[in-house]
């Protein structure tokens, strides 16, 4: 059993066995909900990293920052409102996510506003 993983990492894409290495990252962390079983409605705490960071401008009012967590399992947007920038949200970046869900993102994503977040080292 044991040659037959060492092959399948040798074998391996870097992108998969990043995705491996970022999925098992976030499941170590104590009651955490893999992002691809976080359902509409529910609050959840989701771990992951941010894949892509942009300010949505807002035709009446103030911009909102919107960033993409990815965990391995799927990927869901945190948007906050009224920010233009938070300090440490960037992409490459890894944070714990707590909020509600919401399906309204693009192709039905989970977009979860105004998320209570931490900072991962």
């Known amino acids: 059993m044991a040659l ?3 092959l399948q ?3 391996a ?8 290495n970022l999925r098992t990252f976030c499941l170590a962390v104590p009651g955490a ?10 609050e959840v705490k989701v771990v992951g990293e941010i894949s892509s960071v942009r300010i949505v401008p807002r035709v009446d009012g103030s911009p909102w920052l ?4 990815t965990d391995g399992t799927g990927s869901l947007v945190a948007m906050w409102t009224g920010r233009k920038r938070i300090a ?11 909020g ?8 039905g994503r989970l977009v ?3 998320p209570r977040y931490e900072l991962l080292g």
């Open 4 to 6: 037959k993983k060492m």
């Open 9 to 11: 990492r040798f074998t």
């Open 13 to 20: 894409t870097v992108s998969e066995l990043d995705r491996e």
């Open 33 to 42: 909900v893999p992002i691809g079983d976080a359902h509409p409605r529910d």
């Open 66 to 69: 919107e960033a993409t967590l």
């Open 88 to 98: 440490g949200i960037r992409p490459g970046q890894r944070l714990v996510l707590i």
């Open 100 to 107: 509600r869900g919401s399906p309204t993102g693009p192709g």
């Open 112 to 114: 979860i506003y105004n």
